[in-house]
C-alpha cells in the first residue's frame, strides 16, 4: 500500500461519529455468510459503497472491522473453544509426520515422531 492511502483510510475512519479504534478485528481465516441475511446485505453494501471508491488503503481490514462495528454485527467464532461451532483437530500431520501443538500457531517445534 501507500501511504497516502493509508493516511486517506485514517483520516476518513477518523471522521465517523461511530467509529472505535478499539473494533474487534477479526481474523477471517476461515468465514462464511449467510447472503440471504438482510443485516450481512447491509453490510457489504456498506463496505462496498466505501472500498470500491479506491480512494482509500488497499487492506480491507480495518473497513470491514469497522463495518462489523457500525453495523453492530458480532460473527460467531469457528474456533472459540467451548462456546464455537467446531473443535480443534489436535492430531493433524505436516510433511515427515510433523505434528502441531494444540495451539497450531507454528510457535513450537513438535517434530517428534510418536
Not at 456498506?46 to 454485527?73: A, G, K, M, N, V
Not at 500431520?93 to 501443538?101: F, I, L, W
Amino acid at each position: 500500500d501507500i501511504p497516502t492511502n493509508v493516511e486517506a483510510s485514517l483520516k476518513w475512519l477518523l471522521e465517523q461519529p461511530d467509529f472505535d479504534n478499539k473494533c474487534t478485528l477479526y481474523q477471517n481465516a476461515y468465514f462464511g455468510y449467510n447472503p440471504k441475511s438482510p443485516a450481512f446485505q447491509r453490510a457489504v453494501e456498506f463496505f462496498w459503497s466505501r472500498y470500491s471508491l479506491e480512494i482509500d488503503s488497499w487492506r480491507d481490514q480495518p473497513l470491514w472491522c469497522y463495518t462489523l462495528q457500525h453495523e453492530q454485527l458480532q460473527p460467531m467464532l469457528l474456533l472459540d473453544e467451548p462456546n464455537g461451532l467446531f473443535e480443534k483437530d489436535k492430531t493433524r500431520t505436516g510433511h515427515n509426520d510433523h505434528r502441531y501443538d494444540e495451539r497450531s500457531d507454528g510457535k513450537q517445534d513438535n517434530n517428534k515422531k510418536q
